[in-house]
């Protein structure tokens, strides 16, 4: 870990202004998984603002806004909170179970709702310094690792040439599915709000950026408007081992139903792709449907068939439709066994 | 198990058990050494090749540096010390990816691990040997003698004519051990002594392999090892972070601290190789064996050899005419494989536990039956009479105890819900062994209140040594057990065997029991009095009024146990649980049936046994450490990309033992249990898998992509 | 680091215990002075072997924690970008200066003398340091300790303290874990502990895991099944593989009935 400055702000215009025009600033919020990079010099921040005094831990429902009717999360709360506050637990379960798949009880007690979403990808050529890493050195063009490497854990969606790395948060694969909004300030400009599915991007020409968040922009809430999905939905994780482990691939899905048909779908996807993966294509087709088995599968199939599988993931093309079915029949009948 | 009176064979919880729950037992780096400054080891980023040049001045420069150690600036080692794995600082040559190249000194361990950062270095690459799948077709047999081509009738024959057979390979992955504890040293010097606070499974080995590779007298170093965290085989032989601490030190001239991190854990300190193991079995229509053949093709490394004995059960489990076990070996540049926990029979057990359930299957007939057909009543391998064997009654009584009979024998015939369940059963068996170890115990007498201390210097990797020992003593002298203090894990002490090849229980209460026994024989002899009954040590200090009496003896194990072929035997039975669209599998029961002869303590047996359990559900379904065949690194190097199972793998686990008074083995019958309780698990998880969803599966672990 | 003038000699308890493991060197130490802490730390060292049985004495001994600020032995010197913070660590107020860098898990290991807490990845991966900040568990080694000014830390060496009707004796989770041999090497147990002292509260808040079926129900108290223990002790590793026994000792404590120990000899 490199020598570094650190820094204490108590409020959002001090953390803002103590970035700004700062380069190799980070903010600093539950640190899980930039002091993990730090250690292995992959992040090399000069300066660490410690933004967790600041208040933004809030939960609490909207009542204006385009939101209205939702509620508000805020940035610097634990995840821990989010996922057993009885607003969110009652009212979107599956960001509560999305929240709770990932990492360890701990690590939930010390990760913020915004840092889970700047989680960087677990792809171990990008951890790895003696590895080639596109996302790691930009510029120097070193090639991407994982390309022609072992890409088992890597993407099937929308992955480059450059990066076929996955984002590896579990919250941000539920907030895809709910529509959720990202609130972020900056020193300068006014408030700026980010539809979640534009908030992490594809890699393309430039896998060293990770999300659409302007340099010295701070998350201060994530947004989530009223929904009827609360009676239908299940965050499914499929994993190498039982728990505490990184998603081969994870389905949130959640369904508003009329009788058994269906009035609207939601389904993201995590593990396959460099964002939380909305599977559109299989909502719509599933949206005036009946609730079954058979229009579970087409719509799965649907999805996957486009998926572009790298030389060890292929698996992830079968295993998603699978999974995508069967997060559909657990959020329809609520009975995951 | 337990007699009249005794402590030995009682459930006692471990003495040292309120210093681990408290968090005051000192593991190698815990040890409070004053002025004390901290070492980071950098490595090498290519697999083959030598150093052109490394510059270290930036990191010389980085404050708080004391120093920076390369091979250009390393003292002279001797090499063939005793330390495994080379990587000793002695020369620019580069034989494996993460071959230690050099190491910062610093202030802070913050500083150190900055500084390391900074070295560059440049290398002349060569082609790296790192591809097994390629490179195994250039497997040269072994240079090991034991790893000769062990031939009995005509395998291959028989198979060609056989009626009923199964040919198939199994394949197993590169594993890590990956003790909780990295392998850690604190080295401080006093004079010419050298004292380095370490994690040692053999702290005897310890001591001898960091004062040859010094070339310092053996009684210059001193290993202190009370406590180590974890150790399965990687702690057993000594690896070069030990002496380089030393080393560090001694040009700092001040005591260094050195923990490998996590990442530096997968080529630092061994790993288990890769097999492909081709098993074949012929059999007749009722199930009698006529051929076994076990040939297994793994690596080494390029300048050392070690080869697992994979064909080990196969010499020994079944009783049949036609017997062919070989081994091809390839040299690569990886770290020097080494023992990991059962080696060799935990992974082939897995090939021919799971073979004989295949060709179970294709004779229709139950698989505990098939075992108890082709039973040895000898062991077939040479000859020998079993000190004795408990196969058939671990299989017996597992197969009532689990339920067996309940079981489906056709799979996918089990369906819950989501989930389709299946049963599986394998058998396993670990060679019993007891190795010199003298002891030292001394009494102490104040007024009626007689203590003792039992001293020697071997190893508690978490296997309960400590409190067997002060149950062995407890007996043996006539006291009761919290008068007895244990002292182990130092290389001042007397010199005992390590804990390794689950030799530890066996040669360390027999030590302690002897010089027990010896003990209260010297009383009496003293007492020049003849007694009609035998009395205690304890009665012999009160009553010829003795204040403080010692004595030591060196063990030995019995002169005719290698007249007879001593091994601990078990049967594993296991429930799984697949989820029938995602592929995950749990392992929702388990039941370990073992005979290891005498329990000690049947508390901390049960933790040995399932502990090895667990390993082989972690070697069943999650462990893999994958190496990227382009440049030899491993890209598992981590916890979140090495899978050791979690708490939530494990579900409901059981362990039986079967009663057993071997006195062939060793004077107390004790067999050991270190080994053992992995050895047959992974066949038995990968055959209730195939239970459950009629998938064999022949390459470990069975992750969910294996099982759509 | 060992100079600590606010510590008091030894009890008659201690020197009793003290002559039990170490009888010989007892008038040297007597005769120098030793602190508690030292003691304390002699007695997880070598020297002093291991008295068998476990005496109510023992434990009490063991399990005091030492109190008073330790003196900054490290010149600013050799602290770069050095952050002063004060925090209470098992209940004493601690004030130093540490390198920007350092973590909690470094601070308390390498600063404090409190090595109970461990290093079994330093990423985050284990679960062995695992200790408890505001009444939560979090891991120390991803937690840097210049972010803790203010802030409460309980570790492996604090639990025994304060536990109500029984102040200096075992927090009943260690004792649990002693009886249903909740570990083997050890190395793990200080974080297994402290995530399972934590992960009561958690349960008493009716706090929610992965595995539970009723995630719409209103927060409250819940009776963990087996199943959800495991869940929730999923982020502490055990290579030797004690889980089953961690979850027994868990169960035990959490339901508050005894937990049947299984073995069979047989034959």
Known sequence: MRPFKFTTVSDISSATKSVAGKPNARFLAGGTNLLDLMKEDVERPEELIDITRLSLIQIKPLTEGANKGGISIGALGKNTNAANHPLIRQNYPLLAQAILAGASGQIRNMATNGGNLLQRTRCPYFYDVAMPCNKREPGEQPGCGAREGINRMHAIFGWSEKCVAVHPSDMAVALAALDAVVKVRSASGPERIIALADFHRLPEDRPEIDTNLRPGELITAIELPKNRFAEKSYYLKVRDRSSYAFALISVAAALELDGNRIVQARIALGGVAHKPWRALKAEQLLVGQEATEVNFKRAAEAEMADAKPLEHNAFKVELGKRSIVRALQVAFTGNRS | MQEKNKVTGTPVSRIDGILKVTGKAAYATDYPVKNIAYAVLFKSTIA????????????????GVLAVITHKNAPKLKTDGGIRGGALLQSPKIEFHGQHIGLVVAETYEQARHAARLVKVEYDKSEAKVDFEKLSKEAVLPEDKEKADAKRGDAKAALQNAEFKVEAVYGTPIEHHHPLEPHSTIAEWQGEKVILYNSSQIVNGAQNAAAATLNIKTENVRIVSPYIGGGFGSKGGQWANLVLTAVAAKVVNRPVKLALTRQQMVNSVGLRQQNHQKVSLAATKDGKLTALAHETTTHCAIENEFVEPCGDCSKIMYEVPNSLITYRVVPMNLILPTYTRGPGKSTGSFALESAVDELAYQLKMDPIELRLKNEPTRDPSNGKPWSSRTTVQCLQEGAKAFGWEKRKAEPRQNQQGNFLMGHGVACGTYPAH???????????????????????????????????????????????????????????????????????????????HDVCVKLTDELIAKSGKQFFVRPTAAQLMVSENVADYQTRVDAKPPANADQYSSHSFNANFAEVRVDIATGMVRVTRFLAVTGAGKILNPKTARSQIIGGNVWGIGMALTEESVVDPRWGNFVTRSFGDYHVPANLDIGAMEAIFIREDDRVSNALGVKGIGEVGIVGVAAAVANAVFNATGKRIRELPITPDKLL | MMEDHNAPDLTEDEKKLFEDLMPEDLDEILDTGVNRRHFLKLMGLAGGGILAWQSAAAEQVFTRSPSGPLPDELSSATIENGVAVSFKVNGTAR???????????????????????????????????????????????????????????????????????????????????????????????????????????????????????????????????????????????????????????????????PVEQTWQLIG
């Open chain 3, 95 to 257: 004030k130093l200066t540490v390198d920007s860098r350092m973590t909690l898990l470094d601070t308390l290991r390498e600063r404090l003398e409190l090595t109970g807490s461990k290093k079994g990845c330093d990423h985050g991966q284990c679960g062995a340091c695992t200790v408890i900040v505001d009444g939560r568990r979090v891991l120390a080694c991803l937690t840097l300790a210049a972010t803790c000014e203010g802030r409460s830390v309980q570790t492996i060496e604090g639990l025994a303290n304060g536990t109500a009707g029984a102040p200096d004796r075992l927090h009943p989770m260690q004792t649990a874990f002693l009886k249903h041999d909740g570990f083997q090497c050890g190395f793990c147990t200080p974080g297994q502990i402290c995530s399972a002292v934590a992960l009561l509260d958690e349960a008493k808040k009716g706090e929610a895991s992965y595995v539970t079926e009723s995630i719409r129900s209103k927060p409250g108290p819940v009776q963990l099944s087996n199943e959800e223990i495991r869940e929730r002790m999923s982020g502490n590793l055990c290579r030797c593989g004690a889980y089953p026994n961690i979850v027994a000792a868990i169960q035990e404590v959490h339901s508050g009935k």
């Open chain 2, 434 to 512: 007891q190795r010199p170890s003298s002891a030292r115990v001394s009494l102490n007498r104040k007024g009626n209140a007689i203590t003792a201390r039992v001293e020697l210097a071997a190893a508690d990797l978490g296997t309960g040594t400590h409190t067997i020992l002060a149950q062995t003593a407890a007996d043996a002298l006539g006291l009761p057990l919290n008068q007895i203090t244990v002292k182990l894990g130092d290389s001042d002490l007397p010199p005992a065997a390590g804990s390794v090849g689950s030799v530890g229980a066996s040669s360390y209460a027999n030590a302690v």
């Open chain 2, 48 to 63: 083959a090749g030598t150093i052109r040049s490394i510059d270290t001045g930036p990191a010389e420069k980085s404050p």
